[in-house]
Every structure is written in structure tokens, then in C-alpha cells.
């Protein structure tokens, strides 16, 4: 020791702190390992559900569509507003892989997409929040290892949902003869491109916020932008549709223009982001997001001490967040009407005045749905967060109180029932008075707050379901709860290519809303859902009473 | 309320998660205005106890009485009178110490600042950092200033001073006289057999969810012998044969065994005349109640097992 330099020294000394450290990803396979271990089931059931939906509507439209007459008929029913917005519309939408392609593209790629989101957040910040990546970095294991590998298996995993597209796709023969595969090839590619984009944003989420929660939240959100974006895009002069990521898998247009180098724009867009995450992981300390720790009141207001007072502050960012979400759509859908409405009439659509009426009226009435679908999954978020609570041991520390748990469980439950309700009347009026400024008519205003409405009881029936399973079932009960609204989505855009018999699909919660302002006001379906909420609510907050507290 | 002279009752309570016996018949009592230590093993059935006296989980069979009331069906009244402290402290991640000490403190009644600030100097905790910064210290630390700053009648304690440093565990002590000045009763479920025995008028004993050794500690030491260690010119032959002593064995020229209550004053005069030149005699401890107790049991287990194979192979 004695021969070394003091200046070598001092560099020496310096090196831990300041320079990169050594080895960023020793342990790398043995962490792939781990990480493949770990979600062996989940990878297998996104791969499977996803592969599985294409395959099955292929296979059901090629015994659907026997004729190019029939294929071509197809394309013209599939011309909808309510069909760009939601799904896309195929750039070869009269061939058998563009029918496949409107019914679930859209519904593949963005499920891969979230779907790697929440399996980065599971073994990344979810890890590092509650400290099991702690435990495995004391060990041989490099500060990238663990990150690198997640990232590694999901990339694997997109890779593999679009190459098995792709085989699917060529094996049931949807290329048009004589193209090749190319098509099949393409549609692939786009799938496991926007899954990659996923990945992207995941990793990045996974560094900015601090806990699991966040991430899933912010990923989400990116993802839900991204898709509005093309929405608008699609709806309008298609140039929101280039600059959203989800816009550009589109844009491949398999059977279509066929284009791979919008392939190329979402590899080089994941690298980007998955090295500003990289970059942002070596420059923070463990376990810290890019916010740091500011110190907080040293006292709570009284109304913390009831539940609602306290859901209310707990609840804050996803409340905020959700309100944002739903009076930015409401103004962007409503602003985005008139310019298709315009769009229509440009076509020479040889529509009668009445039908053209009808046509807004169709347009509106899907984009109400819409905001009745964003509020359920706010609503739905809310309402999981009674047994979020109760796994996590905090429902305990209160309860331990003078405080009932109907009394607990109800306050809570105000959050969705009183926010749904806020939220669905303040997107579906935004949604008008925007659409309604554009033709100078104040009385969309409120006919879409009552459109928007309308789909409260559907809503609270959604809030009912995790109800009950939180009384019933609650340790499966959140998972279980997201897999049914994901369940009813997956049925509610491709129900009719699942051979469900009719009364299936209308008694779904949404269906049996009333489609306002297309259809007029119908009184029973309304009632009667709101008892069946009511009632489910009863059912689980009941069981809830009854049963033990299980910390999960 | 008179009547209540237990704060706590518990006869042959039963719990059963699944197929799992958490409580087989448990017995248990915390008179009024007494500190009564629940000692156990991990998993012997101390916490699902602690949560059943809170109405978190509903007993299979047994009966339960706290103040006086049902733990069960009469929780939300009861609760204004408990203070509670979980062994292993969960807390809102995003809000700070402080705001969950208030928030605790208002859902069984109001809050006191004066004596909130008192405890939160006492136990040198800073209230404006938020709870995910926390250590576990730190964290048990809100749980135990929430329960000391109001005047509830009854203290349910679940290892309160798990990851609490030598000097915090002093102002713990220093707390719990104090409640009990007050005439307040507590139940304090711990492993540290030091901070029983300074506590703790009665000790409930506690092993795979029933009850194996319960009194004050007085009693509990009755049944114990004491430890002595001497080094004897005189040899020690001849104290194998005085009645009382046991355990008699020699390590390194010292002389060492245990002496039962009552037998001691015979034994001292015994070794009084073998020109002890150096003596120490231990007063047993809980811990070695408990060892003792553990151990036996675990001989009588081990036995059995090996009796099993035996049988077995035959």
C-alpha cells in the first residue's frame, strides 16, 4: 500500500463515486432466468390470448367471407366513424386480412403494448419498492442486470406474439393470392413493434415514478395518449396519426401499402428509450424516482380520520389524473366531429339531410361510449383500492379504530359513484359544447352531459362486480376484476365473432345502456342496473362485515 | 363498568385458517389496570390473538371478552377505548408520520396535541417526513406515538419495540410505567424477556396456540431454580448428594448447578463449608422459563419423532 502515488490514490478513492461502475450486468442470465421463472404464467397467457384472437377471427372470417362480393360489402359497413375511432380502419379493407386486420389489430397490439408495461413495473419498481431487488443487488448482480433482463424477456415476448402472428396470419391464408406473405409478414411486425414501443415506455415510467403504482399509472396514461392521438388522427386529416407511435404500426398498412420502415421508426424509438431509461437508472439512487422526498405536514386536517377524507387525499393523483384524461377527450372528440362530418360530405356521401343528422348522431353516441369507458376504468380503479387496501394491512391500522367497516367500505365507495357520475356528466357536456361551438348549437351541451350519463348505472354495476368479489373472493379479487373488464372489452369488440348468442352481448352493462343521443331514453335498462349494482354492492360490503380481515 | 375487573378474558378460544390450528383452546387474561406480558414463539398464535381482541378476525369457537364488550360484534364502540400497535407497522405511503399519528388518533377519539408532541420528543421522531422514507424503527415509532398520546383504557401491544433502539426501547419503558400509574391496563406480546420481566406484573406463556404457563412473575420464579457457579476448594463430591441440587457438573475447575427455592438455604450452608473461593448465584429469568418450558417440549417432540422412525423400521 505504502508504494502507491497519493495521486493514484486519491483517483482510486475518487473512481466509486464518480466514475460508471464496473460490471452494469453481471448476473444477466442468471436474472433472465429468474424473470422467465417468475412470470412463466403470465407470458404464457398474453402469448396465448393474443395469438389465440387472431388465429380464432381469422379462421372465423375465412369461413365468413367466401366471396370477394361479400368482402367488399364487409368494407363498406366497416366504414363507420364509430369503427375508425375505435379500431382503425384497414388500408385494404376489402381483403380477408384487412377484415381481420379492423377487428383486431388495434385490440393485439395495444394489449401486448400494456400488457409489457405492467410486466416491466412487476419486475422493476414494483421489486425495487418493496424491496426485493435490495436483496438480489447485494448480491453478484449488476445495477443494469436486473432491468436489462425484464426488458430482455418482454422484447422476447413481443417478438414472439408478432412472429406467430405472422405464421397464423400466412397458415389461414389471408394474403390475397399471389401477394406472398407479405402482408402476413407486416402484420406482425407492426403488432411486435407497438409491443416494443410498450416496452419503452414502461422502462422509462419505471424510472420517473417512484412507486409501482405510478408507473403503471404514467405508462398507461403514454399508451392511452398515444391511442387518442391516432384517434384523432384517424377521425381527422390522419396527421395526429403519424405522430403518435401506435399510428405508425398502422401505417405499415399490411395488404395495403405494405410499408416495414415505420418498423424501423418503433425499434429506434424503444432503443431511444430504453437507453434514456438505462441512463436515467445510473444517475439516481436506489429506490428514488426523479422526485425527490420534500418534507410533508407534521399534522392531518380532521376529515383524514374518515374514510372518505382519506381516500380523497390518497386518491388525489388518480383523481386529478382521470379528470385531466376526461376533459381533454371530451374536448378533443368534440372538436374532431365536424371535421368528419365534413369529411363525409367531401366524399360525396349521397346522404339524405336526415341521414347526415343520424350520422352525428352515431358519431356521438360511440363517442360517449367512449368517455363511459374511460370513467369505468377510473371507477373500477377506485373500487379495487378496498382490497388494495385491506392486502397491504392498511385497512387494519384503521379499523383497529372506532370505525365500522360498512362505514368504511360505503365512504370509500362514494369515490367512484359520486366521481363516475361527476365525470361521465363533465366529459359527455365537454364533448358537446365542443362539437356544439364548432356548429353553433349551446343544446349538444346538454344532450351529451345526458348521453354521457346515461351510462352511470352500467358504470356502478362495473363498481358492483369488484365489490362483491372483494366480499367474496378477495384474494384473487383485484386480478379477477381486471380480467372481467378486460373480458367484457374483448367481447364488446369482437362479441359477434364469437358466436355469443345475442342476449349475451345486450345484457353486458354497456350494450344495455341506452345509445343516446342515436337511440331515445329508455327508463328499464337504467333502473334495472342500478338494483343490480346496488345490489352487488350490498352482497360484497355484507360478506366484507362478515368475514376476516385478510392481509394479503 | 365495574365489573370490569379484567380488562381482558379469553377461555379456550379456537382459530383455525384452512386446515391450519392457529389457536387450540387459548387461555388468557389482562386484569384492569395490570401489564400482563404474552410471550410465544414465532407462529405460536400471539398475533392472530391480538387481531382477534380487535375484531379483525372472528374466532372459531372459545369466548372472548375486552372491557366487557364482544371483540366481535361490539369492535366500533370498544375501539374507542383500545390503542393498538402492530408488530410489523404499515403506513400510508405518500402521507407523512405526522399525518397518520393524527389520523390514528382521531379514529378512536380526539386528538390531544400536547400530548402528541410530548411523545413525538420522546421518541425523537421528525413528523414531516413522509412514511415511505421511514426505517422500520421509524415506522413502529408512529405506531407507538399514535397509541401512548391518547388515554385509551386498554393497550393491545404486538412486539411494539421491534426495530426500537436501546434508548427508545428505555422511553418505551418509561411510557408503559406511566400508563400503568394511570391505571390503564395492557397486554404486551414480546420476545424480549428483559422487557417483560421489568413490565409485566402477570406473564401468559403461550405455545402452538395454547396456554402453557401463566401467573405473575413471582410465581413463574417459584417454579425456577437458581443458577450458581462457584469454584470450591473443598471439591464438589460432596453436593451431589444434598438434596435440592441438580444439574451438578465441573468445567474448568468451576463448579456449576442449579438449586431449587426452597432447598437453598440447606445448599448455601453446604457449599458455605467447601471454602468457596468465588461465588455467583443467577435468579432464574423468564428467558429460561421459557427455554426450559421450549425445551422439555421439544425433547418430548424430538422423542416421540425418533420413537416414530423406530416403530417404523421394524
Same mark, same amino acid.
Given at each position: ?552 | ?168 426501547? #428505555?422511553?418505551?419503558? /418509561? @411510557?408503559?410505567?406511566? !400508563?400503568? %400509574? &394511570? ?6 406480546? =414480546? ?66 448447578? #442449579?438449586?431449587?427455592? /426452597? @432447598?437453598?438455604?440447606? !445448599?448455601? %450452608? &453446604? ?6 473461593? =468465588? ?36
Amino acid at each position: 500500500m505504502t508504494t502507491v502515488a497519493p495521486r493514484t490514490r486519491a483517483a482510486a478513492l475518487a473512481l466509486p463515486t464518480r466514475g460508471r461502475p464496473a460490471d452494469t450486468l453481471a448476473g444477466l442470465g442468471a436474472m433472465v432466468r429468474f424473470v422467465v421463472r417468475r412470470n412463466r404464467v403470465r407470458l404464457a397467457v398474453w402469448l396465448v390470448v393474443l395469438v389465440g384472437l387472431f388465429a380464432y377471427v381469422g379462421a372465423y372470417y375465412k369461413s365468413l367471407f367466401t366471396t370477394q362480393q361479400a368482402l367488399d360489402d364487409f368494407a363498406k359497413v366497416s366504414d363507420t366513424p364509430g369503427i375508425r375511432a375505435l379500431t382503425g380502419l384497414a388500408a385494404a379493407p376489402n381483403t380477408l386480412g384487412g377484415a381481420v386486420w379492423t377487428k383486431v389489430w388495434m385490440t393485439c397490439a395495444l394489449a401486448l403494448a400494456f400488457g409489457v408495461v405492467f410486466l416491466v413495473t412487476r419486475n422493476g419498481r414494483a421489486d425495487e419498492e418493496v424491496g426485493r431487488t435490495e436483496l438480489l443487488r447485494s448480491r453478484e448482480l449488476g445495477l443494469h442486470a436486473y432491468p436489462a433482463a425484464s426488458w430482455l424477456v418482454c422484447a422476447v415476448l413481443s417478438v414472439l406474439v408478432g412472429a406467430l402472428i405472422a405464421v397464423v396470419s400466412a397458415a389461414s391464408g389471408l394474403d390475397p393470392y399471389g401477394t406472398g406473405i407479405t402482408g402476413s409478414l407486416i402484420v406482425g411486425a407492426s403488432v411486435t413493434g407497438v409491443g416494443l414501443v410498450g416496452l419503452g415506455v414502461g422502462a422509462v415510467a419505471g424510472q420517473v415514478a417512484s412507486t409501482s403504482r405510478g408507473a403503471n399509472a404514467l405508462g398507461s396514461a403514454v399508451l392511452g395518449v398515444l391511442y387518442v392521438m391516432r384517434m384523432v388522427g384517424d377521425l381527422g386529416d390522419g396527421r395526429l396519426t403519424w405522430a403518435s407511435p401506435v399510428g405508425w404500426g398502422q401505417e405499415m398498412q399490411p395488404w395495403g401499402a405494405d410499408r416495414w420502415w415505420p418498423f424501423g421508426l418503433l425499434v429506434v424509438l424503444t432503443v431511444v428509450l430504453l437507453a434514456l431509461a438505462t441512463v436515467l437508472e445510473a444517475h439516481r439512487d436506489h429506490g428514488a424516482g426523479l422526485m425527490p422526498q420534500r418534507p410533508g405536514p407534521a399534522g392531518a386536517p380532521v376529515r383524514y380520520a374518515t374514510p372518505l377524507g382519506l381516500g380523497l387525499r390518497l386518491q388525489r393523483g388518480p383523481v386529478v389524473g382521470w379528470s385531466v384524461t376526461v376533459v381533454l377527450c371530451g374536448l378533443l372528440f368534440g372538436s374532431v366531429v365536424h371535421a368528419m362530418d365534413n369529411l363525409l360530405n367531401d366524399a360525396g356521401t349521397p346522404l339524405p339531410a336526415i341521414l347526415r343528422g343520424r350520422g352525428i348522431d352515431a358519431l356521438m353516441a360511440v363517442l360517449a361510449g367512449m368517455i363511459a369507458l374511460i370513467v369505468a376504468v377510473y371507477a373500477v380503479q377506485s373500487a379495487t383500492t378496498l382490497r388494495a387496501d385491506e392486502a397491504s394491512g392498511l385497512v387494519e391500522t384503521q379499523l383497529a379504530g372506532a370505525l365500522s367497516r360498512w362505514r368504511w367500505a360505503l365512504q370509500r365507495l362514494l369515490i367512484p359513484a359520486v366521481g363516475g357520475a361527476v365525470l361521465l356528466a363533465a366529459g359527455g357536456a365537454l364533448l358537446g359544447a365542443s362539437y356544439g361551438a364548432t356548429v353553433h348549437d349551446g343544446s349538444w351541451t346538454g344532450r351529451m352531459a345526458v348521453a354521457s350519463l346515461v351510462y352511470w348505472p352500467a358504470v356502478m354495476v362495473l363498481v358492483g362486480v369488484a365489490v362483491a368479489l372483494f366480499g367474496w373472493l378477495p384474494r384473487v379479487a383485484i386480478a379477477l376484476t381486471w380480467g372481467l373488464l378486460a373480458a367484457l372489452w374483448f367481447v364488446m369488440l369482437i362479441g359477434d365473432a364469437l358466436h355469443l348468442p345475442r342476449w349475451v352481448l345486450d345484457v353486458l352493462p354497456f350494450s344495455a345502456t341506452p345509445y343516446m343521443p342515436l337511440d331515445p331514453m329508455r327508463w328499464t335498462p337504467v333502473v334495472v342496473m342500478t338494483a343490480v349494482a346496488a345490489l352487488l354492492v350490498w352482497v360484497g360490503v355484507d360478506r366484507f362485515a362478515r368475514r376476516d380481515v385478510v392481509p394479503g | 363498568m365495574s365489573s370490569n375487573a379484567m380488562a381482558v378474558e379469553i377461555e379456550g378460544l379456537t382459530k383455525s385458517f384452512g386446515n391450519v390450528h392457529a389457536l387450540r383452546g387459548l387461555d388468557l387474561t389482562v386484569p384492569a389496570g395490570q401489564v400482563t406480558g404474552f410471550l410465544g414463539p414465532n407462529g405460536s398464535g400471539k398475533t392472530t390473538t391480538i387481531r382477534i381482541l380487535l375484531g379483525l378476525l372472528r374466532s372459531d369457537g372459545g369466548r372472548a371478552t375486552v372491557l366487557g364488550g364482544d371483540p366481535w360484534a361490539d369492535a366500533v364502540r370498544l375501539h374507542r377505548s383500545i390503542a393498538y400497535v402492530p408488530g410489523d407497522v404499515t403506513l400510508w405511503h405518500n402521507l407523512t408520520g405526522g399525518e397518520a399519528i393524527d389520523i390514528l388518533c382521531r379514529l378512536s377519539g380526539p386528538l390531544d396535541p400536547r400530548r402528541k408532541q410530548q411523545m413525538l420528543d420522546r421518541f425523537e421522531l421528525d413528523p414531516t417526513k413522509k412514511a415511505r422514507t421511514y426505517s422500520k424503527g421509524n415506522r413502529q415509532k408512529v405506531a407507538l406515538v399514535a397509541a401512548l398520546a391518547s388515554d385509551a383504557e386498554l393497550l393491545l401491544l404486538d412486539e411494539p419495540t421491534s426495530g426500537l433502539d436501546p434508548i427508545m426501547e #428505555t422511553a418505551f419503558t /418509561e @411510557s408503559i410505567a406511566e !400508563v400503568k %400509574a &394511570q391505571g390503564r391496563s395492557v397486554l404486551l406480546s =414480546s420476545h424480549i424477556f428483559a422487557e417483560v420481566e421489568k413490565l409485566a406484573d402477570t406473564v401468559t406463556i403461550i405455545r402452538n396456540g395454547v396456554t402453557v404457563e401463566t401467573g405473575s412473575i413471582a410465581q413463574l420464579r417459584q417454579r425456577l431454580r437458581t443458577q450458581v457457579t462457584a469454584v470450591l476448594a473443598g471439591g464438589s463430591a460432596a453436593l451431589a448428594a444434598v438434596d435440592g441440587v441438580h444439574d451438578l457438573v465441573q468445567v474448568d475447575g468451576q463448579t456449576r448447578f #442449579t438449586v431449587d427455592e /426452597e @432447598s437453598l438455604p440447606a !445448599v448455601l %450452608a &453446604q457449599v458455605a463449608r467447601l471454602q468457596p473461593r =468465588s461465588l455467583v448465584a443467577n435468579p432464574p429469568s423468564l428467558e429460561e422459563l421459557f427455554l426450559r418450558h421450549y425445551g422439555e417440549e421439544l425433547a418430548a417432540v424430538n422423542g416421540a419423532d425418533s420413537n416414530g422412525r423406530n416403530g417404523a423400521q421394524k
